[in-house]
């Protein structure tokens, strides 16, 4: 079992800046691929960015240049910097854990932060 909780979203004007932090518990997290998603009203939920167990990393169109995802797997925790923001990047973000083993496939998610990007 894996426990995500994410954190740093909050209410930001046009052009500025957040982190968001996703901190994981009773697992170790450098065996999972990881995600941030977002999901905004009325809309269905969307891959922003992901990275693997490796490193390697994967954004979506919309945030190419302006989001960075990593993570440190001393602090069992994965960020999203995200950068330039606008307003339809308001939405709820939320940190996935993502593993396959032996066949199973074990998937989980966090309780979503709100970002809000607003003059």
């Known amino acids: 079992q894996v426990q995500l909780v994410e954190s740093g979203g909050g209410l930001v004007q046009p052009g500025g800046s957040l982190r968001l932090s996703c901190a994981a518990s009773?697992?170790?997290?450098?065996?999972?691929?990881m995600g941030w998603y977002r999901q905004a009203p009325g809309k269905q939920r969307e891959l922003v960015a992901a990275?693997?167990?490796?490193?390697?990393?994967n954004y979506a169109d919309s945030v190419k240049g302006r989001f960075t995802i990593s993570r440190d797997n001393a602090k069992n925790t994965v960020y999203l910097q995200m950068n330039i923001l606008k307003p339809e990047d308001t939405a709820v973000y939320y940190c996935?854990?993502?593993?396959?083993?032996?066949?199973?496939?074990?998937?989980?998610w966090g309780q979503g932060t709100q970002v809000t990007v607003s003059s």
């Open positions: 996935n854990a993502d593993r396959v083993r032996l066949g199973v496939r074990y998937d989980y």
């Open positions: 990275i693997t167990s490796g490193g390697s990393t």
């Open positions: 009773g697992s170790i997290i450098s065996i999972y691929a």
